[in-house]
């Protein structure tokens, strides 16, 4: 057995709990040459004396600061080493990389708020955007009924790296497309006809502003915005039976890729 209490110097075991490092770690910095004990027991176990303890503390100061091992071996045992400089190298790495790290934190503060409020916008600034008659309730309302959904985690995903100028560009689209279904409408153009498919297949793209849309999916919507009294109200206040149309042109859209609305389903 090693003599733990050897005046001479401190064992592996010793060091190991006075700086904090593995003793794996003391292993391979001896191996390597990096750290070496100068004595030895008469059993063969390491010894570490007063200097290496000094030495091994400059390593894992400058190990902390992050700087390789084969860098700390220079700034130790290369007198042409200007510590110094290398140290104010790596402190404006370390700076670097504190500022990403803040940045990252921010993200991630936002995007959990997005998760948990769905909007990172004050009630008056979406009563701006969106209008006087939206609700501002309703991203609570949406996140208490669809929170657990993949959509829901890919709206607020993309809510999360939206201001108020990004979503007055989102508004600003969809608000361009119910003035083309509209003029469609009123144009008389026919369910299932190439102009009406284009305009179908615009819906899915402008609504992947808020995530992603399958066909199937989309018929389910076409029945929402036709059944439920708000989303009507909305698309019936463009135009009278534009709802209605609306729906129409999707099923035909979906029946032409083999898909039976009917019994489509929000997949």
Do not use: K
Not at 163 to 182: I, M, S
Not at 191 to 205: D, F, M
Not at 240 to 248: D, E, N, V
């Amino acid at each position: 057995m090693p003599d733990a209490t050897a005046p001479d110097g401190l064992t592996v075991g010793q060091v190991s709990a006075r700086l904090g490092v593995t003793v794996r770690a003391l292993h391979h910095w001896d191996e390597i040459g990096l750290a070496r004990p100068s004595l030895r027991t008469a059993a063969g176990y390491r010894l570490y004396t007063a200097d290496d303890l000094e030495r091994l503390h400059r390593i894992v100061v400058y190990r902390e600061t992050g700087l390789g091992l084969d860098r700390i071996r220079a700034v130790l045992d290369d007198s042409a080493v200007d510590v110094p400089g290398a140290l104010r190298a790596q402190r404006a790495q370390v700076a670097e990389r504190i500022d990403r790290l803040q940045r990252l934190s921010a993200g991630l503060d936002r995007m959990i708020d997005a998760h948990e409020r769905g909007l990172l916008l004050t009630v008056e600034q979406q009563t701006a955007i969106f209008g006087p008659r939206w609700n501002p309730d309703w991203a609570t309302e949406a996140r208490q009924r669809y929170g657990a959904t993949a959509q829901w985690q890919q709206y607020a995903e993309r809510s999360a790296s939206r201001g108020p100028q990004e979503w007055r560009d989102v508004v600003g689209t969809v608000t361009d497309l119910d003035r083309a279904l509209a003029d469609a409408m009123d144009a008389g153009v026919a369910p299932g006809s190439p102009e009406a498919n284009r305009l179908v297949e615009r819906h899915r793209e402008v609504f992947a502003a808020y995530f992603p849309l399958t066909r199937q999916m989309q018929v389910c919507l076409g029945r929402m915005y036709e059944a439920d009294p708000a989303f009507a109200a909305h698309y019936d206040g463009i135009r009278a039976g534009l709802a209605t149309w609306f729906r129409r042109i999707v099923d035909a859209g979906a029946r032409a890729h083999g898909i039976d609305p009917d019994t489509a389903t929000w997949e």
